[in-house]
């Protein structure tokens, strides 16, 4: 095993041999082989330890002995103990996902320190057998099928490609001692009933399920690297991009042959996952919203908008403000100079307001529209609510998002980028223009 180790570890993980290495060890015969074999081939190593105080005086054994070997090797211990059921009670999660998030969270930290670059764990072969099943028995897309990763991020896990049998005979061969965690005996857990009562039947089905297990993941990955690239070409085909937001056209969407599949590996990235809902938005009414952790997905009439919740609709009570000769980058980008009459040219631009610089009270403000919000259009002797504008100027949802007022006092003076206040118009008889100029 320790050649196939070496071999696997030029091929494979080349990167491994350049820089001191973290090692996840609990003291299991896994984790005991990892350190030993990758001791025996010189790799610069240092060990992580993490008492979780599950078991009693077992897991102060547990350190105990891990640190040991770690003083027999001669490698650098490092040592977190945790309280997993006060995290697991504050935080509302299982135990095995407490003890899950404490440990990475404290390995991260390691890590980010420096002085290690990548933190090797001692998942195998069995361990990814198992997950497969786990992730077959909940429902699963073809990365839940694919098993454990061999790399993330900065995680490592080089004995995948081998089997606990394999893992097993090598400390056997090499005298190595270990620690027995007897709840790994307990199928009250769903990872240990598959092994104790599934896997057991299976391998009696097919002696070699191991080697057909890793030909079937290779097909299963091929086959996901084929759905990468017609998801990425189909992307660059269909959704369009408008700065930071990403517009799902709704025709599009309905000339693909599986537009779900497609909306799934497109919005999965971005935290989605109530699938159900995503689907129902393609026939929701327009302004209908799903959230993700930092994402909203919004209906519009003929896309689905994605763009951050943080940059959704400012607060309707928010009020920003704007000098004459100033530039103003928040909510939006605007730009206000001061011009004699005499020495501007009007152009037809509605990216651009030209006012009567006199007829405007200062600070000008810029707001969200409010309920009985009303302006004179440019053009027009009669008020008109903003609303009714809205609805007879047809404006999509998105365009509805990123409506912004600008005021004079309490007075409307431009529908920013869409259309003026005809009481503020440049007249004859004006002195001074104020250009205000809408950048995007």
Excluded at 398 to 423: A, F, H, P, Q
Aim: neutral net charge; charged residues 25%; hydrophobic residues 40%.
């Amino acid at each position: 095993m320790e050649n196939k180790f070496k071999k696997h570890i030029e091929s494979n993980f080349a990167e491994l041999t350049q820089h001191p290495l973290l090692l996840a060890v609990s003291g299991g015969v896994d984790s005991v082989v990892l350190l030993h074999i990758c001791h025996c081939i010189g790799l610069n190593v240092a060990v992580a330890h993490c008492n979780f105080h599950l078991r009693g005086e077992d897991s102060n054994d547990d350190q105990a002995f891990v640190e040991k070997q770690c003083q027999i090797l001669q490698v650098p211990f490092f040592v977190q103990e945790f309280d997993t059921n006060q995290y697991a009670i504050t935080n509302k999660v299982s135990i095995q996902v407490a003890a899950r998030e404490l440990r990475y969270q404290w390995f991260e930290e390691i890590v980010q320190q420096g002085t290690y670059r990548y933190l090797l764990t001692a998942h195998h072969l069995d361990d990814s057998i198992e997950t497969f099943f786990i992730n077959f028995s909940r429902g699963t897309g073809i990365e839940g099928l694919l098993g454990i990763p061999e790399k993330a991020a900065y995680i490592r896990r080089p004995l995948l490609v081998f089997s606990r049998s394999e893992i097993e005979a090598y400390a056997t061969a090499n005298q190595l001692t270990w620690r027995e965690d007897y709840t790994n005996a307990q199928t009250k857990y769903l990872r240990n009933k598959i092994r104790k009562n599934i896997l057991p039947v299976f391998k009696e089905i097919n002696p070699q399920l191991e080697q057909t297990f890793q030909q079937t993941i290779g097909f299963l990955k091929e086959a996901h690297q084929m759905t990468a690239d017609a998801s990425r070409i189909m992307f660059d085909k269909v959704v369009l991009k408008q700065g930071d937001d990403l517009l799902f056209p709704l025709k599009e969407l309905s000339e693909l042959s599986l537009p779900k599949a497609y909306l799934y590996k497109w919005l999965e990235p971005y935290g989605f996952k109530a699938w159900d809902d995503i689907a129902d938005l393609l026939q929701a009414e327009t302004g209908k919203r799903i959230l993700s952790e930092k994402y909203c997905l919004l209906k519009d009439r003929g896309y689905l908008l994605l763009r951050l919740k943080s940059k959704m609709v400012e607060n309707i009570e928010d009020t920003f403000y704007l000098q004459e000769n100033q530039m103003v980058t928040r909510p939006i980008g605007l730009t206000a100079t001061n011009f004699e009459r005499s020495k501007i040219e009007l152009t037809a631009d509605p990216l651009c307001a030209y006012l009567d610089r006199d007829k405007l009270q200062f600070p000008l403000l810029i707001r969200k529209p409010k309920k009985g919000d009303y302006f004179v259009p440019f053009g027009m002797k009669g008020t008109k609510r903003i609303s009714k504008y809205v609805k007879d100027e047809k404006m999509t949802q998105i365009e509805k998002e990123n409506l912004w007022l600008l005021c004079s006092g309490d007075t409307i003076v431009w529908i920013i980028g869409s259309r003026m206040d005809e009481r503020f118009k440049v007249r004859n008889t004006t002195t001074n223009v104020l250009k205000i100029k809408l950048t995007v």
